[in-house]
């Protein structure tokens, strides 16, 4: 790390934490943006069930900026999945900005994601066929945005990441990090209550990828919920708070200074 | 998803794969275009038909007294042909009785029609015309003109003068690059003056109206067209549809005291009118369109199906796109719509394009056949129609099965 760590993350007490996980079928309160008790997730694999999670309980305050790490076939991916709204758990309580969205059906949970959560992928997942500002206007689209909002909007959210001179490129037309940057910017132009990231340098390398980091660094600085789902402990030492899951369970859950301070001694 | 914008879209997609994009609408295209060309000939046929065919053979508010019926095509047995040959033929005799019954400002004319050997001092070769004998308001009632020459004076009429007009085909064939007016024709060895020749009356469906004499009912050829004192028709018209009725009842009343028939007895003379013509037009109209509609429907089916193909294959391909769209928050229904939006506009383009080789096709085949053909812009909005509904159709289980993606497979796939 070249850059001085400015301020520590804005971590609750672990006894608040514990508080707010165990008070079971209870609203969390309004400073919680992700709330999660006891989420359990199998999946039947052609006969065998697999224990993707096994009861994991998480609490994320708002404007933190949380890594999830851990090897594959932690949980890891299952559990973005759950947090990202793609998936439901079987058993368990997911609050999301405290909705109760653990048991919702198909189009609510569209609904929950067009609104709350903006995904960033490792693969971009844009548009090949459409320019950028429109791959931007996409989640603007399916919020029955008007066309010129729109196009002011997906134009605002581009230029928050230096894109300005871009946006009737195609993806093709773009390279690696700007392609990034576009997902981020459609991750962002519907103001999400968490910005959701799945292995985002995973296709970068490492110039682009420390590109990318500051990008998420200047955005939890001003206030937007970030969490990364990553397996490097490069980029999860980025965040300012690092999960590790470890067979479908919470191994550890520590500020950055610890979790650097372990990754020094092993 | 606004729906322009899904429009919009589609359409990109069909440009971007062009050659494909035609072959999947090949079938929904030719479907169409037969129909629409069947339409167009249909009506083009029904509006001649009515406005032209049925109008040269009867004129308007008019009918005809007659022993048998003239435009007789129906299905019948063989027990209606030999009451039909039993009847007694209209007479000469019948003429008097039936016409004084007439109310005033009705029109009448005893007609007699038979094909003549006619020859002229012009033509080596003899050849038939269709030689008629009338009375006075004849020309009048079939609003016959004459370009050339003029029609009989009342005199001509009364003394059977041995004149004639002719139509155009008689005027060609007997009076080669000659004005026929004032020039003899010999029909059945009697020599007739020309005194006017008619304006074209035209064809249908290859044949001929012009190749036609119309001579006075008392004129020497009579003996010929109306041996025995036997006459073809009785001709009234008048100048009101509802008169028509009524006048029609006078003579039915009239010819069934003539012929002593009992009240049980069924009238044995016909009176036909042109409705009784436009009968049978609509007997064969309405198969025409049965065949017309059977056979492009097979097309469209066959179109549907390779539609459903090409939606199934686009949803296959698409799968990353639709877990893309689904992740950031589109619905079901954006997703169905999505789709379905784009096989409707496949099709509506295939459709389209159908109309317009169904018009060329219809115009070609006016052109080169007999059959006439009327473009009618109702086809086009049916033929527009059809192609959304098979699209939609055809779109609805690939769409549905779009829609119905689960969005982490689908981001997975490639």
């Known amino acids: ?266 | 998803m606004p729906f322009l914008d899904a429009i919009r879209l589609a359409l990109q997609q069909i440009w971007v794969q062009k050659l494909k994009s035609f072959f999947t609408l090949l079938g929904v295209m030719i479907g169409v275009t037969f129909l629409i060309a069947v339409v167009s000939i249909v009506g083009g046929m029904s509006r001649y038909m009515t406005e032209q065919l049925v109008g040269k053979i009867m004129a308007v508010n008019s009918f005809e007294l007659r022993h048998r019926p003239n435009i007789d095509l129906g299905d019948h047995d063989d027990n209606y042909y030999r009451e039909l040959r039993r009847r007694p033929r209209i007479k000469e005799s019948d003429i008097e009785p039936v016409t004084s019954a007439l109310p005033e400002g009705v029109l009448w004319a005893a007609v007699g029609n038979d094909n003549l050997s006619a020859s002229s001092r012009y033509v080596a070769k003899p050849r038939l015309v269709l030689a008629f004998t009338v009375t006075d308001d004849y020309f009048t009632i079939k609003r016959m003109t004459p370009v050339s020459g003029r029609l009989f004076s009342p005199q001509e009429f009364a003394r059977g003068m041995p004149v004639i007009v002719i139509g155009q085909d008689v005027a060609n064939y007997f009076f080669p690059s000659l004005d026929p007016v004032g020039r003899e024709l010999t029909i059945r060895g009697i020599p007739y003056q020309v005194v006017g020749v008619m304006e074209k009356q035209g064809s249908a469906f290859g044949i001929s109206f012009d190749k036609f004499i119309v001579a006075p009912h008392k004129s020497p050829i009579n003996r010929y067209v109306n041996a025995h004192g036997v006459i073809d028709a009785i001709m009234i018209q008048t100048p009101s549809r509802e008169g028509m009725l009524s006048t029609m009842e006078t003579v039915r009343q009239v010819m069934r005291a003539r012929r002593g028939l009992r009240p049980s007895e069924p009238d044995n003379f016909s009176l036909e009118t042109s409705d009784s013509a436009l009968e049978f037009w609509n007997k064969i109209k309405s198969y025409l369109v049965i065949a017309g509609v059977a056979l492009p429907a097979i097309g469209l089916v066959v179109g549907a199906i390779v539609i459903m193909n090409i939606m199934l294959v686009a949803v296959a391909e698409r799968t990353r796109e639709i877990g893309i769209r689904k992740s950031l928050g589109a619905r079901r229904r954006d997703i169905m719509s999505q789709f379905l939006v784009e096989s409707a506009t496949l099709s509506t383009v295939g459709a389209a394009l159908g109309v317009a080789t169904g018009f060329a096709f219809a115009k070609l085949i006016a052109a080169v056949t007999p059959l006439p053909a009327a473009v009618e812009l109702w086809s086009v909005f049916l033929g527009v129609g059809i192609g959304a509904g098979v699209g939609i159709v055809a779109g609805a289980y690939p769409a549905s099965r779009a829609s119905r993606l689960d969005p982490i497979i689908a981001l997975r796939a490639e």
């Open chain 1, 1 to 266: 790390m070249n850059q001085p760590i400015a301020i520590e993350a804005p971590l609750g007490a672990t006894a608040e934490r514990q508080a707010v996980v165990s008070s079971a079928g209870e609203a969390p309160g309004a400073d919680w943006v992700i709330v999660t008790r006891g989420i359990k997730r199998e999946y039947d694999m052609g006969g065998e069930i697999v224990r993707a999670l096994r009861g994991v309980d998480l609490a994320i305050r708002r404007n933190e900026y949380v890594a999830i790490m851990g090897p594959s076939g932690s949980g890891k991916s299952t559990l973005m999945n759950v947090i990202g709204c793609l998936d439901t758990p079987n058993e368990g309580e997911y609050w999301l900005n405290g909705t109760r969205v653990s048991s919702m059906s198909d189009d609510a949970l569209a609904r929950v994601r067009n609104k709350e959560i903006g995904f960033v992928f490792q693969t971009f997942n844009l548009l090949p066929r459409a320019t950028a500002l429109h791959n931007v206007e996409l989640p603007l689209v399916y919020a029955g945005v008007s066309a010129d909002e729109r196009k002011r909007r997906a134009r605002e959210a581009l230029s928050r990441v230096q894109l300005d001179g871009r946006m009737d490129h195609r993806p093709n037309e773009l390279s690696g990090g700007q392609r990034q940057r576009v997902a981020i910017a459609r991750a962002l132009v519907n103001n999400p209550s968490i910005l959701l990231a799945d292995e985002p340098t995973g296709n970068l390398d490492s110039t682009t990828s420390e590109e990318i980091m500051r990008v998420f660094e200047s955005l939890a600085d001003q206030g937007q919920t970030v969490i990364m789902v990553t397996h490097e402990p490069d980029i999860a030492q980025h965040a300012r708070r690092v999960v590790v899951l470890r067979d479908g369970l919470i191994a550890s859950d520590d500020r950055r200074s610890a979790f650097v301070e372990k990754l020094g001694l092993s």
